[in-house]
């Protein structure tokens, strides 16, 4: 280590430095750095072997130690100063810290001494605002600031942070609910600015190699990360700002949704007609209605409108006994019209102007305030509301327009000015819900679908989508940039409303294309306005089957996508990855998103424009891929034209690998592994592979903390002769498994033997794929082997 330290100080890259700033001196105390500048103090530790967070607090200003982000508890690294004439190095096996005193400059090395960043002016101030500046080197690709379409690689792109919609937007949008003041690069490190105030991020959008970060307010702390591959970066960052609770299983299912169901009848017969036609449905979200008949002047009321929905408790228990969840849509918003107004007021529990009264201004609903979140009474109110409604029933909960949508900067909360909570007000929103849901209903997972959020707001259970998308081919089209870019930025469970929200284009085409992409993507959630229905179930009949299909491949699949939200759970690991994820030198893959990776094992390319019947695919190199549909061979490394088709979208699955499937329930509520198809799909050129399935009850949470689970494991061992898989259970200690009966169907092989825990089966004929029935008890491991 200390060699390499020395040779970071001979071969340090020559970056532009700012010449106005001086060094004066360092020291080490408790594991902190703290350099003393001409313009102010670093202090400077490590949160991890992989993760160092330096904080300037420049001169006349005091250090804020408080976080919204970080959770990750400061480890103490011992590290010994290096010091070479005019440097001064520090660091972990992963990262080194390298300071230049003339001229003074702070660069970040890797473990091979590659230069990752500098700061460049590093702290400047102008007018009102604050910036960090770094040199960038001119091959890197960079990617973060939250949800925005602007192309995959966003390089070259000055990024707002301020939380906003953007209705209708289609194949661009500049600025949208989620800013999270972060940027990864193809480098494989990231670098988060921990400050929720408004400002922003600057990719290099001069084109003169600089990153800058600018806020109006706030810390000045940032954390440089970085990862020996692109799941292992993101499971460092997650590791800093905290992983994703395992969502309940009932929200891998369909959803029905449209803006918006204006009675219970309506409730009650569209369940029925998802029923009547055997369309499987765990859940139906009721929008603005439930608690007014009209559009504006009743936001606020948070309460039944008891005209047009009688007898909730009833309309909610009768649906719960159905195997269907009730999701109600909540706003932060109290009109002055609604009739929690008063009772807001004399509580004191909204924001204020400068008087400390309560702040009001006009918005598309109406006049209006906001509950102040940020004061433990305005949390306390908010969450009363929700208690009573869980109580009910009430299965998940939608918090909408958590920008806020429109938030003068006037207003004053608990926890700051407007422009500098705004950011953060979706955040703590979500937080106020999941810490309600651990003290009043610990045995719950909470579902929490909200439309805006800050770093780290995946800790909460914050289940993202991307806003009142265009229903429009173009809408579509930037669904996977958006999808992908929140999976690497933490937020893996970032969505569509599929079939597209905003406006009343009419296209089944579109529609279906849009569902066969929402099988593969994190939630199943079609929604719309109400000019076009979104419902799989109020569709012609035509559209109805074509669909219902889709939802069927959904259900069939929730073991394996199930296991996909436990390994996010788990390490951060999105579930839908970009290809640079496994060729992170392959520089013709740093923009692609039309084209990404399901889990590790699919391989997904949704058609996005109108009569497509062909189509160009990019097979990765590291391994074969066989068609999901027609089983037909992909060679690894290739690019090839391949027919579409009506029915499904192109879809690959990586040889060797294991995909757990079950037969089409109706909900949930019917889920069980004690019955399942494994297929396996053999390539004479994997010669090991692995696969698993996650399972436990779908509700509690910390499920595999406390040991109430099973992991059901598979291997494969081929020797160019014979292929041996073998099966096993691992059961948490507070588990009660069952035998699985496990139907093993083996793709693209031709048997000559065929033996199950030694014993050979003697069959008539052997169907492709091969079949091979076996069952599965706890600690006894199943073995086929095949000689081919």
Known sequence: MRKLLLLLLITTVSFAQNANRKFISLNQKDGIVNIKTNDGDYSIHFLSNKIVENSFIPKGQSNNLKSEAVVLNNVPYQFQILKNGNYLSFGTEYITVLVNKKPFQITYKDNENHTLLSEKLGYTKKDSTETLSFNLDNSEALYGGGARALGMNSRGNRLRLYNKAHYGYETQSELMNFCIPMVLSSKLYAVHFDNPAIGYLDLDSKKDNTLSYETISGRKTYQVIVGDSWTDLISNYTDLTGKQPLLP????????????????????STIRKFQENKIPVDAIILDLYWFGKEIKGTMGNLDWDKDKYPNPDKMISDLNAKGVKTILITEPFILTTSSKWQETVDKK??????????????????????????KPEGAAWFWSVYKRLINQGVGGLWGDLGEPEVFPSKVITAGGKADEVHNIYGHNWAKLIADGYKKDFPTQRPFILMRAG???????????????????????????????QMGMQGMAFMHSDLGGFAGDYFDNELYLRWLQYGVFQPIFRPHAQEEVASEVARKDIVTMAAAKKQVELRYQLMPYNYTLAFDNNQKGTPLMRPLFFEEPNNTALTSVAGTYFWGNNFLVNPITKAGVTSTEMYFPKSNNWFDFYTNEKHLAGTTETVKVTADYIPTYVRGGSFIPMIKTIQNTSAYSLDNFDLHYYFDASVSNSAGKVFNDDGSSPNAFEKGQYELLNFTSTNNGKSLVLKLE??????????????????????AKHIFVNGQEQFYKTFHEPMQVNVTLTKGTPSEIKIEY
């Open 729 to 750: 259970e691992t059961v948490g200690k507070n588990y009660n498994a069952t035998d699985k009966n496990v139907a093993v169907l083996i793709h693209n092989i031709k």
């Open 454 to 484: 800050y770093s780290g707001s995946q800790r909460f259970g914050m289940v993202p989508w991307s806003g009142d998308v265009s229903r429009s081919w173009g809408g579509l089209q930037s669904q996977m940039e958006i999808a992908l």
């Open 249 to 268: 299983r009932w929200s891998f299912g369909n959803f029905a949704s449209r803006f918006g169901y204006h009675s219970q009848d309506e409730v009650e």
């Open 349 to 374: 529990v909204l924001v204020t102007d400068k008087t400390g009264k309560p702040a009001t201004w006009d918005f598309y609903f109406g006049n209006t305030s906001v509950v102040d979140i940020f």
